[in-house]
């Protein structure tokens, strides 16, 4: 009996170790939960969240894994916690590691300012660009969506939103300005069809540029269709490249265009 329970314990001792390998070895970064947040995995599944409609799953590779580990690898041990106590910022995220030595959950204060914290953060942020590029690169919606009956033109900055446009095929349409109170103002099909014109090129269709200039304000189209995810254009100020300039010309003619459909209320 003895040598059969020894023989047990040996085989969950030696398939322990196994067991945990199973799973591939996992980072995940939140700046605010279930609003701004990434995960990345070796070799699986990347995860980028910004705002209420932006959450996009794209693949990775070992290769983007490493970089990104590398990149936060100075913030395993104490985390990324900002040095001035008394500053008005996020203190509910959190850095989180799981490989098969376990989990390390570390601090990561969102919004601090301080010349410390800047500098501290560097690799941080050049993490969340990265991430934020491949998730934009990297998703490609499903095709054969039947015709959008709402669609939404909003520019965000680091997850809060800025201005927001939401217009119904026919119905009541939405402006929401973070400084100002909501705007309500009717939509008709025609104008609704003229406002999707504008942007038809790029329906179904990957956007991808080169940003080179960071920390500016992005954004999304929203094609939105009963019964399925909603379809985007995700664009970013800092783009320059490709059909970037096509691009925020459309968005300089839909600016002009909704005001005019909001004015005429």
């Avoid at 008005?88 to 300012?113: K, M």
């Avoid at 009541?172 to 103002?185: I, L, M, S, W």
Wanted: charged share 30%; hydrophobic share 35%; net charge negative.
């Amino acid at each position: 009996m003895r040598r059969h329970i020894a023989l047990i314990v040996a085989l969950c001792l030696t398939a322990a170790p196994a067991l945990a390998q199973d799973a591939p070895d996992r980072i995940e970064v939140v700046m605010r939960p279930d609003v701004l947040f990434y995960s990345i995995e070796d070799g699986g599944q990347g995860r980028f969240r910004s705002g209420d409609r932006e959450d996009w799953t794209f693949p990775v590779s070992h290769e983007d894994y490493v970089v990104i580990r590398d990149l936060l690898e100075p913030y395993r041990a104490e985390g990324l916690a900002c040095d001035n106590p008394k500053a008005d910022v996020y203190r509910d995220g959190y850095l989180l590691w799981r490989d098969s030595r376990g989990e390390v959950r570390r601090p990561n204060d969102s919004f601090c300012y301080t010349d410390t914290f800047s500098r501290r953060s560097i690799n941080s942020n050049r993490a969340y660009r990265q991430m934020n590029d491949w998730a934009r690169a990297r998703f490609i919606p499903p095709p054969g969506l039947p015709a959008p009956t709402t669609m939404t033109l909003v520019w965000r900055s680091w997850g809060n939103r800025l201005v927001e446009w939401t217009l119904p095929r026919g119905g009541e349409g939405r402006y929401v300005n973070r400084d100002a109170e909501p705007v309500t103002f009717p939509v008709s099909e025609e104008q609704f069809d003229r406002f999707r014109a504008l942007f038809a090129p790029y329906e179904g269709v990957r956007f991808e540029c080169r940003r080179v200039i960071t920390d500016g304000a992005y954004g999304s189209v929203i094609w939105s269709q009963p019964g399925h995810a909603d379809q985007s254009l995700n664009f970013d100020a800092g783009c320059v490249s490709g059909d970037a300039a096509d691009v925020f010309q459309r968005l300089e003619q839909a600016e002009t265009m909704l005001d005019t459909f909001k004015g005429a209320r």
